[in-house]
């Protein structure tokens, strides 16, 4: 089975064939894709251009929750939080399939955290309103270690349990990608845009924009613009006034994966106070356990951020006096790092835990508008509040927003995830007779983990999947579960993509190559 519409070919004669859209959204990440969800969900002609894949930046890179925020409750952010803990019931309405929901404990080694995390989590419960996913309570130390086992007895009184959500986040963007394709726009990885045209007024009518695979370039006309592009939205404020000033503070986030032994059970533990006054999750995800994060500001922006020595050894250190078993760098699968674009500070704060995570909706001289900041979990609030702002400042014509109650592509109730083909929800059963088509796509790809090889031709033919890094990273997670296992996947990945997309022999050894160049920054040396 092979959904047409999803064929970059199909995609590509649309750009063609359309002299002018409604919207033209630049990037592909959780930004992006909020905007051009809620674009659509209007009845916006809209097109989304992604310079690599979907979500390869910091999208990608998350820890992997869908949460109010507990340490913005701490700052005092209300709002913030509030409007967080309302996405969050709406995404586990709309994408049941990598939304769930996940419990967490505070451990308590003194004996006022108890009353005083309890009372805090009331009020995350009770901002969370109609869409709570379920009361905070507190248990004492019997309870705690019944259901954390492998954290530190010694000390403890005891601990609060909450609820917030956990998702699987690249594929949660190449899922809204996929459903901004299905309403009738189009969204496309792998098309650069290097240029903005302009009216004879000095007004943005529209982008230059290439096929990075072929070199085609496209002029594409457009009402409204919006840059984007995460991390990258200084580029493309120079292209439209080369003396822009810097917007973005980029904040290094750096997570380490670890084997289920560390903490066998189904809790997440949540650490809220750290030596530098951050917070660190211990997630139970994909069946291996992410920790992190930290927050480093960082002065140069890159697609393939490098994790930094001292936040390797603040996670191994801050996670190993919570736990029996202290972890090491010989334990960890992978590390990932993520660049979070943090709105730059007015002033010259340089802590950028201290720099709000609230979106900013920015409108140059020219009528571009830049969206800034954010999170994944409020991403539709965020293209929702950027449309808003082009209906008023007169881009586009008054229309009603309807992308709230927009179901996500290939959304069903999932209470199963014992098997791992559950991300992809209502095709799961496609998947499955696919791997019956051929015998050697029922085999896994390296015998030691659970993906099949019928998992890359579906990613080939339905989720515009190019490159071998496109699968082991974003469609099927390999990378960020093991890493050393992804780099001995990769030459099977790429055998199976050649012949999916036709290419020969020596795209495939440059296909291995630069991904084990990519997946060496994801082992712990």
């Known amino acids: 089975m092979k959904h047409q519409e999803f064929k970059r070919s199909k995609l590509i004669e649309k750009i063609r064939d359309t002299s002018t859209w409604d919207v033209i959204v630049i990037g592909g990440g959780a930004s992006g894709l909020g905007v051009a969800l809620d674009a659509l969900s209007r009845g916006f002609k809209t097109i989304l251009l992604e310079q690599v894949d979907f979500a390869k930046g910091t999208s990608s890179k ?26 969050r019931g709406l995404l586990q309405k709309n994408a049941p399939h990598l939304v769930k929901n996940q419990s967490f404990i505070i451990p308590n080694y003194n004996w006022f955290e108890g009353p005083f995390y309890t009372i805090g989590m009331k009020i995350y419960d009770l901002l969370a309103g109609k869409l709570s996913l379920g009361k905070s309570i507190h248990i004492n130390k019997k309870e705690t270690l019944h259901r954390i086992s492998t954290v530190r007895p010694k000390g403890l009184y005891g601990g609060v349990v909450y609820q917030d959500g956990q998702f699987d986040d690249s594929r949660l963007a190449l899922n809204v990608a996929q459903t901004c394709i299905q309403m009738g726009g189009v969204a496309l990885n792998y098309v650069r845009v290097n240029n903005l045209t302009k009216d004879k007024n000095g007004r943005i009518n529209g982008v230059i924009a290439n096929d990075t695979e072929t070199g085609e370039v496209f002029t594409i006309q457009g009402k409204a613009i919006i840059n984007a592009t995460g991390i990258f939205v200084d580029d493309i404020l120079k292209m439209d006034r080369p003396e822009a000033k810097q917007m973005v503070r980029p904040s290094q986030g750096v997570h380490l994966v670890f084997d289920k032994s560390f903490l066998p059970g189904d809790d997440a533990i949540m650490i809220p106070k750290t030596d530098d006054g951050r917070v660190l999750f211990l997630v139970p995800w994909h069946n291996r356990i992410i920790v992190g994060t930290t927050d480093t500001p960082i002065d140069e922006h890159s697609l393939e951020p490098i994790a930094l020595e001292q936040e390797i050894d603040f996670i191994l ?6 736990l029996i078993k202290q972890p090491t760098r010989a334990d960890a699968l992978a590390v990932f790092a993520g660049l979070r674009p943090l709105a730059a500070p007015t002033g010259n704060s340089n802590k950028t835990k201290e720099i ?16 800034t900041g954010g999170k994944w979990t409020t991403f539709r609030r965020m293209g929702q509040d950027t449309i808003d702002k082009a209906i008023k400042i007169g881009c586009l014509p008054q229309k009603e927003s309807r992308s709230a109650t927009q179901k996500i592509y290939s959304a069903i109730p999932t209470s199963d995830r014992s098997n791992h083909l559950y991300i992809y929800g209502a095709d799961q059963e496609a998947i499955n007779a696919l791997a019956q088509e051929k015998p050697e796509w029922n085999e896994k790809l390296i015998t030691q983990l659970e993906f099949k090889k019928a998992e890359v031709v579906w990613a080939a033919r339905n989720e515009l999947a190019r490159t071998v890094e496109d699968v082991l990273s974003r469609r099927v997670r390999m990378l960020f579960l093991d890493a050393k296992a992804a780099m001995e996947a990769a030459p099977e990945v790429a055998k199976i993509l050649a012949q999916e997309l036709e290419k020969d022999e020596d795209w495939q050894n440059h296909q291995v190559e630069s991904f084990r160049k990519v997946a060496q920054n994801y082992i712990l040396k």
């Open 62 to 87: 998350a820890t992997k929750l869908v949460h109010g925020g507990v340490r913005y409750l701490a700052q005092g952010d209300i709002s913030l939080v509030k409007e967080a803990l309302h996405e």
């Open 317 to 322: 250190k801050t996670a190993g006096r919570y």
């Open 356 to 371: 709000s995570r609230s979106h900013k909706v920015i409108v140059s001289d020219s009528k571009l508008l830049t969206l």
